[in-house]
């Protein structure tokens, strides 16, 4: 029984809306979680500070919160619009954004629990480090956000630009891979940068005095963790935005599929591994901050090292896209 | 559409790329990660011997590196010479 | 968005061949490089006990950088390789940061800048590494563990090559492709500034020491 473009539409945007919110949930109740048992065990060593603990506690879950309050944005968008669209590319468009926004927060939902559950530890640890504790996780978790404010820009693209006159076969699986490449593209730096900030509200509660460095070197840390995020993000803006000439093969189509899969999975592993090499530098700093410089410098080039299969990923994805 | 057999064996490599190199990248790129931490680690107990450290460091990840260029070189065999 | 992967170029025909030249990477390189030599010859011209701003801010990264060679690499090579690293982190900064000014782009941002740039860095560290411990042990180590590890070995340092290169223009190109397409995005209202001090001012310096290092690396492993 053939269908018509409008019920394809509306099949996209309500199938898009469930995928965003179903992988979006994923992070954050895991995150939360996490802080909730980070929260319980601190209270269970210092019954006394409780409120402060149970105050940082939800604000750290407010905090991890926030990546699947976006994708419950893109899904209520998908569901309660009207889509009036002339292209069957709008399609791919609507269930890209879904599963970028999807994917992306699930990353950031996790990682954010992290330095919420270390901070509320630290603060049975040194009721009196309380107030630089909940500024370095609110910096901390703040930063963690950030890839899945990426694959939401993605979602937004995707849902508002304009498709009409691109020709549909080539772009459908551009679209797709757009929506893949940025969302499990920020899976492995929203983990990792919260396995950064982590570290860091570790240290500070073991070692007050080296807070200054600490919360430098994480920031500095959690920056580089971003670029497999970026690099997922530019991949999907060159396939959102690139021209692409018509054609009745399937093959030009894999082939751009294909490159946003590329990017997107290829980035969660570094994304990770980057964020556990700073939380090992991290770590250390806080005890030793005597050589932070040394420290930073190994934490550079090991972090440089683990992002090099990103990179590998980005040359395929790229050779996927302009030379294939 | 009629889809010939060539164009879905090219199809097939080029998704079959992506997905080697995209899967082949987790995990140099954890285990690399955690090689980084030890040296983190091993640096701030005894930070006199960094130099040695990070050049331990740097080989150790440099041989859990190398299954992530063999996903590389069979990710660029399926584009170019399949 | 037509100006995304626009590149001014000039071709002469030489029989068969033709040569290329990307024309804005060029006239951006010779910027830094005309930028650089200024400043040398500014910091050095009245050396004094009493420096003056230039001269202070010449022995800050001279001082910082032939430390870190010292530390990767043994005293006496510090002093053939520290002017390289040094020069090397002075030239990949300010392209990074070139780009923020109006109607400039970072010649970093084109491929070809990083790729010779990280060309260079592996053929001087196999230099070193063939004239430290002589042929004969630098080839043998092609052939570790076993012998038909070889093609593989020879893949894996060349893919160091790709991935130095590929990550400096990986960021610098989209870190500018991030604004481009932003600025469009917001009409240009706000989020421009804040972006460039971020994937300008910041990611550009931590790129640019990266490379440094990377390469300073490569070699101090080749030695030992």
Redesign the interface.
């Known amino acids: 029984m053939p269908y018509d473009l409008q019920t394809w539409i509306k099949v996209a945007a309500f199938a898009g809306g469930g995928l965003a919110m179903g992988f979006g949930a994923i992070g954050a109740a895991i995150g939360e979680g996490y802080t909730a048992a980070q929260a319980n065990s601190a209270l269970a060593r210092n019954p006394g500070s409780v409120g402060t603990i149970f105050k940082s506690m939800l604000v750290g879950q407010a905090i991890a919160e926030s990546a699947s309050i976006f994708a419950l944005v893109i899904a209520m968008i998908l569901l309660f619009s009207n889509f009036t669209a002339t292209s069957y590319v709008t399609v791919a468009g609507l269930l890209g954004a879904g599963l970028s926004i999807g994917f992306g927060a699930i990353g950031s939902g996790v990682g954010s629990g992290f330095p919420a559950g270390a901070a509320c530890i630290g603060m049975g640890r040194q009721p009196a480090m309380s107030g630089r504790l909940t500024t370095n996780m609110l910096i901390g978790s703040a930063v963690c956000q950030t890839p899945s404010i990426f694959a939401l ?1 993605t979602s937004f ?1 995707l849902i508002f630009s304009d498709f009409s006159k691109v020709p549909v076969n080539p772009a459908w699986a551009a679209l797709l891979g757009a929506g893949f490449a940025s969302g499990l593209g920020a899976i ?1 730096s929203g983990i ?1 940068g919260g396995v950064v900030a982590e570290a860091s509200c570790e240290g500070i509660a073991r070692h007050p005095a080296s807070v200054r460095q600490v919360t430098n070197i994480m920031l ?1 840390g959690q ?2 963790t971003q ?1 497999p995020a ?2 997922g ?2 991949v999907s ?2 396939l959102i ?2 021209k692409f000439t018509a054609t ?4 030009p ?3 751009l ?21 700073s ?3 991290v ?3 806080a ?2 901050p ?2 932070t410089g ?2 930073t ?21 790229l ?2 896209v302009f ?2 | 559409m009629a889809i010939e057999g060539a164009d879905l064996v090219k199809a097939a490599a080029y998704l079959g790329a992506g997905i080697s190199m995209g899967l082949g990248a987790i995990g140099p790129g954890v285990g690399e990660g955690m090689a980084a931490a030890k040296a983190c680690e091993a640096i701030g107990r005894n930070p006199q011997e960094a130099g040695l450290l990070t050049r331990t460091m740097l080989v150790g990840q440099a041989v859990s590196e190398s299954t992530g260029i063999y996903s590389l070189v069979i990710a660029l065999l399926l584009l170019f010479v399949v | 968005m037509h100006e995304l992967g626009k590149i001014h170029q000039l071709i002469i025909s030489l029989g068969s061949y033709d040569l290329t030249f990307n024309l804005e990477t060029i006239i951006m390189t010779w910027i830094v490089c005309g930028l650089l030599i200024t400043f040398g010859f500014l910091a050095s011209r009245k050396k004094g006990i009493l420096p003056g701003p230039f001269q202070v801010i010449g022995e800050l990264f001279v001082a910082q950088f032939f430390t870190l060679t010292e530390d990767a690499l043994d005293k006496k090579l510090a002093r053939t390789y520290g002017p390289l690293i040094c020069a090397l982190f002075m030239f990949l900064v300010l392209s990074n940061w070139l780009g923020m000014l109006p109607h400039l782009e970072e010649p970093t941002k084109d491929l070809n800048t990083p790729l010779s740039l990280g060309l260079m860095g592996f053929v001087i560290a196999h230099y070193t590494g063939m004239r430290s411990k002589g042929v004969k042990a630098y080839i043998k180590e092609y052939f570790e563990p076993i012998f038909f590890m070889m093609p593989l070995n020879l893949i894996g340092e060349l893919a160091k090559v790709v991935s130095i290169s590929f990550r400096l223009f990986g960021n610098i190109m989209g870190g500018s492709i991030i604004i481009l397409v932003v600025s469009y995005l917001t009409y240009s209202i706000i989020l421009p500034p804040f972006l460039n001090a971020f994937f300008g001012l910041f990611v550009g310096a931590i790129q640019a020491f990266v490379f440094t290092m990377l390469t300073l690396v490569y070699i101090s492993v080749q030695v030992k």
Do not use: H, Q
């Not at chain 1, 009745?248 to 093959?251: R, T, V």
């Not at chain 1, 294909?258 to 964020?275: K, Y």
């Open positions: 820009v693209i492995g990792g500095l920056a580089i670029t970026i690099l993000l530019l803006f060159i935005f690139k009745d093969a399937i093959a189509g894999m082939a599929l294909s490159a946003g899969l590329c990017m997107g999975i290829g980035a969660i592993g570094p994304g990770l591994g980057e964020g556990i090499a939380s090992g530098g770590r250390w700093i005890r030793n005597a050589f040394t420290l410098r190994t934490m550079l080039v090991g972090m440089a090292v683990a992002e090099s299969t990103a990179i590998y990923s980005m040359v395929i994805a050779v996927l030379v294939v």
